[in-house]
């Protein structure tokens, strides 16, 4: 047995174990105050989004194309029922529009999705790893906080400003119709 | 004759000498034929007759004595002898008849033959009165007075027969001496005179010869001359002819080495163009079972490739599974985020709810982990694979190149293997006739030494013409002044 397989074997193990003290571990055990953020990338940046701010994350849905309409508005999509306009989150950030994102997440409290480029995973950091941007960026005005993570600084997209957004641009789209 | 040769002039002298040598032969042997004759009729006729003569007066005296022995004795026998010795006076006196040629010397005998008779009867009667009883002095008396008168008449004619017989040997004698003078006085007078004509003959011939070889002598002289100027000229010729036979033999033989070293290298050549050639098909050998190596490799080659694109389908095929577990673990992990999302919206009733989502999450997050490495090693695999193959393929280019490489390095050992056979028949070829040109070279420098060692001989052979010729001048200067010593002074 060489050296890669006994990482395997070593690795399966550690995995295995995790999951038993995952069952063995008590509910409520204490644990530090912590955050959870979804890690996303937008235009090639890291971002990250809160998870009390999206009411779902979906990858590789059914859209219908929407011609004519905002250039963030890109998409329509059925999700339980409910048609739900898809905008470009990279349009709404400042980045060129991307040639075809297939994440998207559906914002907390409002009929919107957020299509973006690529779901990089969920993080969970400490509180303490959540500071917020010292002077705001012109290039990023949905952004005000940053999660530090081990190799990089993603900044964190308020999605509720986004929303807010995206009703301004409807709202000076509406009088028009 | 004036056109006769030396030999024949001569021969002809010495004719005419061994004809007059012959005339005074001949002349020389009838006059010794005549002295003989006369000497053999000296010997044969008158001194025979005087040696019968005295034979008959040996036998008279024999008888005489018998006759008295019987007288004396009267013993037969005497009378036997005494009668035999009779007949043998009576034979000898037939024979004296037969001899004498004259009358005067057949009365003699006659007169011989009787007084025998008379003395013979005188003697029987004296022999008869004997055999009586008669007394020896009557005897006695009786025999001197009848026997002794018939003896002394006998003995008279016997002498004067006898005396008659040596004056005719003395004549005969004288003129026998007679004839042998003559004879050497006529042997005498023809060799002169033969000699004097010989001499004549002689000088005449002498004179003849003497003038035709003064000038023969002369053209001798001359030709000597000329001989000898010649000789001097084919001397200095075949000196130098020896020189340059030296000098060509010394060539030839600096030639004749070299030949020799040129067969010796010849003979390394084709050694080591053979030696090349055993390698070369040596080589030619190994490069036909390291072809068959490399086809051989490039087989198993073809077949590590086939394995190799095989293993990479099956990485493919991975992918693809890899892709769906990836797939999977991703949707799962969107699962466990959207029920995080609704447990944190279910407020403390979803706690519970959120922790096993998240465990889901987790769980999710690293089979996500472990597909990206299971995703980079099929990577690494496939690029391995992409690798060997790209090696393989480039292995397999240079197996075909080294395959089309070593094809044409066995055409190459194939020609080369030729091209040596080819050095090495032509080497032979150059080695055969080196061997002949040095046997050439050999037979050339022999007959150059032939030639050398005949120019030398020439050289001393004109030498000795020109000492020769030397010494004719010298001889024909002499035998001119013997010939002609007024046109040598």
């Excluded at chain 1, 960026?137 to 964190?156: G, H, K, M, S, Y």
């Excluded at chain 2, 008959?56 to 036997?80: C, H, I, V």
């Excluded at chain 2, 098909?281 to 080659?301: D, H, K, L, N, P």
């Excluded at chain 2, 999450?361 to 597909?371: C, F, H, M, P, Y």
Aim: charge should be neutral.
């Amino acid at each position: 047995m060489n050296g890669d397989q006994r990482s395997i074997a070593s690795k399966a193990a550690e995995l295995r174990q995790a999951f038993d003290r995952s069952f063995a571990r008590a509910a409520d055990a204490d644990r530090p105050p912590s955050e959870d953020l979804l890690a996303i990338r937008v235009g090639g940046d890291a971002f990250a989004v809160r998870f009390a701010e999206v009411a779902g994350v979906f990858v590789d849905c059914k859209l219908a194309p929407l011609p004519g309409s905002a250039p963030q508005l890109i998409e329509l999509t059925a999700l339980k029922g409910r048609v739900l306009p898809v905008y470009d989150l990279g349009a709404l950030l400042g980045y060129p529009a991307a040639a075809a994102a297939r994440s998207w997440l559906v914002a907390a409290g409002a009929p919107v999705a957020l299509a973006f480029d690529r779901f990089d995973g969920h993080l969970r950091v400490a509180r303490e790893a959540v500071t917020p941007r010292r002077s705001a960026d012109a290039n990023q005005p949905f952004v005000d906080e940053a999660v530090r993570t081990e190799r990089l600084i993603r900044p964190i997209i308020r999605v509720a400003s986004v929303v807010e957004a995206i009703e301004s641009l409807a709202r000076r789209a509406r009088p028009a119709e | 004759m004036r056109h006769w040769t030396f030999g024949q002039r001569i021969g002809a002298g010495f004719a005419v000498t061994m004809a007059l040598a012959v005339v005074i032969g001949i002349v020389a042997v009838v006059a010794l034929r005549t002295v003989v004759a006369s000497k053999d009729r000296v010997i044969d006729v008158d001194a025979r007759l005087l040696i019968l003569a005295e034979e008959l007066q040996f036998m008279r005296e024999t008888k005489a004595s018998e006759a008295r022995g019987f007288l004396l004795t009267r013993d037969e026998a005497y009378l036997a002898a005494m009668r035999n010795a009779r007949a043998q006076f009576a034979e000898t006196v037939e024979r004296l008849r037969q001899l004498v040629a004259t009358d005067e010397g057949r009365r003699l005998v006659d007169s011989v033959a009787r007084a025998e008779e008379e003395h013979q009867q005188a003697l029987d009667q004296v022999i008869a009165l004997r055999r009586t009883d008669a007394p020896i002095e009557t005897v006695s008396r009786a025999f001197d007075t009848q026997v002794g008168p018939a003896r002394q008449q006998l003995d008279r004619d016997i002498q004067s027969f006898v005396s008659r017989e040596e004056d005719r040997l003395r004549q005969a004698e004288l003129a026998s001496t007679a004839d042998a003078t003559a004879s050497i006085t006529l042997v005498i007078t023809v060799t002169v005179v033969l000699v004097l004509l010989g001499s004549v003959i002689s000088l005449l011939l002498a004179r003849v010869i003497g003038r035709q070889i003064g000038t023969a002598v002369g053209q001798v002289q001359s030709s000597s001359s000329e001989l000898q100027a010649a000789a001097n000229q084919q001397a200095t010729g075949a000196r130098e002819q020896a020189t340059a036979m030296n000098e060509i033999s010394t060539t030839i033989s600096e030639l004749l080495a070299t030949s020799r070293q040129i067969t010796e290298s010849a003979q390394r050549v084709a050694q080591i163009a053979a030696d090349a050639v055993r390698s070369a098909r040596s080589g030619e050998e190994t490069v036909e079972t390291t072809q068959e190596s490399i086809a051989g490799i490039r087989r198993q080659v073809d077949l590590i490739v086939t394995h190799m694109l095989e293993l990479g389908r099956k990485s493919q095929h991975i992918g693809s599974v890899l892709d769906i577990i990836s797939e999977l673990a991703e949707q799962t992990n969107i699962l466990a985020i959207n029920a995080t999302i609704e447990a944190a919206g279910a407020g403390d009733a979803g706690r519970r709810f959120a922790i096993v989502a998240d465990e889901i999450r987790k769980l999710a997050d690293r089979v996500a982990g472990s597909t990206k490495e299971i995703r980079s090693l099929i990577d690494d695999v496939r690029s391995a694979v992409n690798t060997t193959v790209m090696a393989t393929e480039t292995g397999s280019k240079a197996v075909d190149a080294g395959s089309k490489q070593f094809g044409q390095v066995t055409a190459s050992l194939k020609q080369i293997a030729g091209l040596i056979a080819t050095t090495t028949e032509a080497a032979r070829e150059i080695e055969l006739s080196t061997k002949q040109q040095a046997t050439a070279v050999e037979q050339v420098n022999v007959a150059i030494a032939n030639v050398a060692q005949a120019s030398r001989e020439t050289e001393a052979s004109s030498s000795q013409t020109l000492q020769t010729a030397s010494q004719l001048a010298g001889l024909s200067k002499d035998l001119l002044r013997l010939v002609q010593p007024q046109a040598a002074a």
